[in-house]
Structures are given as structure tokens and as C-alpha cells.
């Protein structure tokens, strides 16, 4: 089975080819579940949230989106008073949404509270809920947990409540950890438990490198993670990392 794993869309300040083309590439894999880790907008506008929710109706579904810090209004009484409430009308009512298909289950969390500028928290009650969403999915299923701030960050980059997060999601036996958020691509294994970072998708603020998004496939305890990058010809395979796992994978 297929994931396609997308972030940092940053609508407002992105590349007109990236996304005019994403869809089309992105739907050519038949992917079972779309992903996008967060910064849909680049600075929660109406008109971007609007471009947003036109490139997600172009995705293959079903599709699990999560905010990021630019999806947050920046200085502005909103920031305060209603932040959420442009992405709750354009993207999703639901800011830890839960998508079940046929051989995943997949919960997003809501890394970004309004008082954080940048950089994200998770809370003990969210770590709850990856035990108690992900940690009663149906044996054999992919448990995906999705967030905009990579967890395993250091520094001052680290995303406070970690060590609840990683405890929970060792606990509820996840498989994919999907983030976004530094624009730069990245996997990592700890222990039995796969962690993706994706590029940037459709922002012309790429950080030495392309425009990208990442092809995830699972089958018979093997993740296989393709970079997507856009380059003058279109979209193509990139780096190509795969990881055995011993545990928790299902057949696809």
C-alpha cells in the first residue's frame, strides 16, 4: 500500500509549476491515503487558504492534513481570539483528524498552539489519544501518526512534550512518524518506528534542494520511502531509502 506524504505547501509564496502539477503526479501512485504535514498557507489568509482547499479537492483521497505554524494568523487578533477558525472552514473542522482505510489507520495531531510562535508542543492529553486511537487499530493495520514539528528535533528546534509523544507512540505501536516543517527531506529508524520528514511541496522556499514530496509504500515489513523532487522536466524519483522492520508492517 501506498501513502503519499506531502508538507509545507506554503500557498502565497509558492511555485506556480509545483503546483499546477503536484495532482496529477501525486495521483499517478493510486495512493490509499494523502498526508500533508502542515504550513498549507504562508501566512493564514483567506485567498491562500482558499488555494488551499482547491489543490486538496485535486488530491487523491481520502486526504489527513494537520496545521502548521504558518497556517496560524501571524500579528493579528485572530492569533488570539480564533485561530484556528479559517482552517476549521477551509480544511478540516477537526484539528486531530483520524483516517481509517483499508490496512492503515491514521491519526494527525495539532502541534501548533497559538501561543508558540514557531517552534511546537504536544501535550500529555495528546499523547493520550495516540495510545488510545492508534494503539486500538486493527491488527495488521499501518499506524501512522502525522504532526507538522519532526519529533526528533534537538536542540532549539525540539518539540516540547516529546518524550510523552515517543513513550505513546512506542506504547501504541506506530510505524510512520510523518512531519514537515524544516523543508528539508529526511528519514529516520528508531527502534521499530519510521520517521519521515517531507520537503517542501509547492514552495518556491526551498533550502538546497527542489520542490518534493514522498512516496511511502508498506508491504511485509519493509517501508520503502521514494523522493519525489520537481526538477525542468517534470516530477521524479529522487533518493530511495528502504527500511526493514521487524515488527507492526502489514503485507499491502
Known amino acids: 500500500m501506498i501513502i503519499a506524504h506531502l508538507s509545507d505547501l506554503h500557498l502565497g509564496a509558492h511555485d506556480p509549476v509545483a503546483v499546477a502539477s503536484i495532482a496529477a503526479d501525486v495521483e499517478a501512485v ?67 483528524p483520524v483516517r481509517k482505510v483499508p490496512g492503515i489507520t491514521a491519526l494527525g495531531l495539532q502541534s501548533m498552539p497559538r501561543w508558540r510562535w514557531k517552534n511546537g508542543r504536544v501535550t500529555s492529553r495528546q499523547a493520550g489519544e495516540v495510545v488510545r486511537v492508534l494503539g486500538a487499530a486493527p491488527q495488521g493495520d499501518v499506524r501512522v501518526l502525522a504532526l507538522h514539528h519532526p519529533p526528533l528535533a534537538t536542540g532549539t528546534a525540539a518539540l516540547l512534550g516529546r518524550r510523552h509523544l515517543l513513550a505513546a507512540a512506542r506504547a501504541a505501536r506506530v510505524d510512520l512518524v510523518l512531519a514537515g516543517h524544516t523543508h528539508v527531506p529526511d528519514v529516520r529508524v528508531l527502534g521499530h518506528q519510521v520517521f519521515v520528514v517531507a520537503g517542501t ?35 521524479h524519483v529522487g533518493r530511495v531509502v528502504h527500511v526493514r522492520v521487524s515488527a507492526g508492517v502489514s503485507s499491502g
Open 30 to 96: 493510486r495512493p490509499a491515503l494523502t498526508v500533508v504535514t502542515g504550513d498549507l498557507t504562508m501566512r493564514a489568509r483567506e485567498r491562500e487558504f482558499r488555494k488551499v482547499r482547491e489543490l486538496l479537492d485535486r488530491l487523491p483521497g481520502p486526504v489527513l492534513a494537520v496545521t502548521g505554524n504558518h497556517d496560524v494568523p501571524l500579528a493579528d487578533w485572530r492569533r488570539v481570539l480564533t485561530p484556528y477558525d479559517r482552517w476549521k472552514s477551509w480544511i478540516d473542522g477537526d484539528l486531530e
Open 201 to 235: 511541496t509547492t514552495s518556491h522556499r526551498v533550502r538546497g534542494s527542489s520542490c518534493s514530496w514522498s512516496m511511502i509504500s508498506a508491504d511485509r515489513g519493509e517501508i520503502v520511502v521514494r523522493e519525489r523532487n520537481l526538477g525542468p522536466d517534470g516530477w
